[in-house]
């Protein structure tokens, strides 16, 4: 009987705190795989392809951060997100030249096999990692490839990669591509190299963010796990893949959380008498001419 009445509050409380909602563009059109989450960094959603989205454990007065690939960042009151518009920025990318005699390949990041992983549990999110743009690199500049180490236990994870800009502060900031690049990441460990070049994008004068962003789809669900938000009790799935991370000296790295880039060197231990390491993740470029 304990049990039962268990389940009852249990779905009780997932039912009166589940907000749903729609994301389109200023056509109305849906744009799918976009990332929501709650601001408290409690939970967050990702759309269907209808655009649609639902987060379970989501209150009303909750602000919801609504971010997609080619759009202005968006915060709304959960109880006002039925419809969600968001307004695209413009992105110009210079014709691709490629010359056939002097194509040349150039792989920057030291991306590499390690036994360190990070996941985020059962919420969206983005690490990423900058790549300065050095006299090094002067003739390669287009990106070709993006270089990724996973760990999955799920058979057909996929992830979404971002390109941005920097921003005056030295964050992450505009995309530079519209149209999400998502990748499909195998069972076990793995090295992904993600093809880019068809998406004609030039290395920024300063330099790229590149960055994963996991997806709250039904194919990335892993394990569930229960998690209290206040006096109420959801639950909710990790999602997969892992990501690898790789030891630095200094980190080059962000991640995005509560609506807003952190530098990944304020997560490192604070514990005195824990290992200093200093970690990014193992994302690599391969560049081109």
């Known amino acids: 009987m304990k049990k039962l009445m268990f389940l009852l509050l249990f779905t009780s409380l997932n039912v009166l705190g589940q907000i749903s909602g729609k994301v389109v563009n200023t056509e109305h059109q849906p744009i799918p795989l976009t990332n929501i989450w709650v601001l408290d960094g409690s939970d967050g959603a990702t759309t269907d392809s209808l655009g649609m989205f639902s987060i379970p454990s989501a209150l009303a007065k909750d602000t919801l951060v609504f971010n997609a690939s080619g759009y202005k960042m ?9 419809i969600i518009v968001l307004e695209s920025y413009e992105i110009t990318q210079p014709e691709l030249i490629v010359y056939p005699e002097k194509y040349l390949h150039h792989t920057i990041g030291n991306a590499h096999y390690e036994n360190m992983y990070f996941q985020p549990g059962n919420v969206p999110y983005m690490y990423g990692r900058f790549f300065e743009n050095t006299k090094e690199i002067k003739d390669v500049q287009y990106v070709d490839k993006v270089i990724v180490y996973t760990k999955s236990a799920v058979a057909n994870a996929t ?9 005056e502060y030295g964050c992450p900031s505009d995309d530079l591509l519209v149209k999400p690049i998502i990748a499909y990441v195998k069972r076990g460990t793995k090295k992904n190299l993600i093809q880019v070049l068809k998406y004609n994008i030039k290395l920024p004068k300063d330099g790229i963010f590149v960055a994963v962003e996991w997806l709250i ?13 206040g006096d109420s009790l959801f639950q909710d799935y990790r999602y997969q893949p892992d990501v690898m991370n790789n030891k630095v000296e200094k980190t080059t790295s962000y991640r995005y959380m509560f609506g807003e880039w952190f530098q ?8 005195p008498n824990a290992p200093k390491e200093i970690v990014d993740p193992a994302i690599g470029v391969i560049l081109s001419n």
């Open 159 to 167: 992830i979404k990669i971002r390109l941005m800009r920097m921003d």
């Open 217 to 229: 789809t039904e194919n990335n669900q892993f394990r569930p796990n229960n998690f209290l938000k």
């Open 74 to 82: 968006l915060k709304e009151e959960a109880e006002k997100a039925e």
């Open 264 to 271: 990944n060197d304020q997560f490192q231990s604070r514990n």
